[in-house]
């Protein structure tokens, strides 16, 4: 009868782990603005007969992967999974405060539910 959403985490009982001490990084300064991290893509010209069509898909199309995402070590994707992990640790157990210390949302819910059922039942 119980959904996934209302089982207790596994981890739950671990002790979150401790917060980066602030300063201690050397990305302390403001983040670099989006526009100068991502060069304006080159533009493409229109292609005006079929061949010159396929020149034009080969051209875009032979670039591949963008720099950079090929050379991730297997140190960042363990930092990355262990992120991810506390990140969902943290959503899962946020979850289980909401509907324990907010109760009336649950009741409503239920209430709404059994009122959409009832809106198509024939008599």
């Known amino acids: 009868m119980s959904s996934d959403s209302d089982r207790r985490p596994e981890r739950a ?3 979150a782990p401790d917060p980066p001490v602030p300063g201690s990084g050397p990305a302390e ?3 670099p603005a989006p526009d100068s991290l991502v060069p ?3 533009p493409v010209p229109f ?3 079929a061949s010159d069509a396929d020149e034009a898909v080969s051209d875009v199309t032979a670039a591949g992967e963008p720099a950079g995402a090929g050379d991730v070590s297997p140190e960042q994707v363990r930092e990355r999974l262990r992120r991810r992990a506390i990140f969902l640790r943290e959503l899962a157990e946020a979850r289980e405060l909401r509907r324990r210390v907010t109760p009336h949302r649950s ?3 239920r209430i709404h539910a059994a009122l959409r059922r009832r809106t198509f039942r024939i008599n």
Request: hydrophobic content about 20%.
């Open 29 to 31: 300064s403001a983040p």
């Open 47 to 49: 292609p005006v007969d």
């Open 40 to 42: 304006p893509p080159e």
């Open 107 to 109: 009741r409503r819910a």
């Open 13 to 15: 009982d671990e002790p």
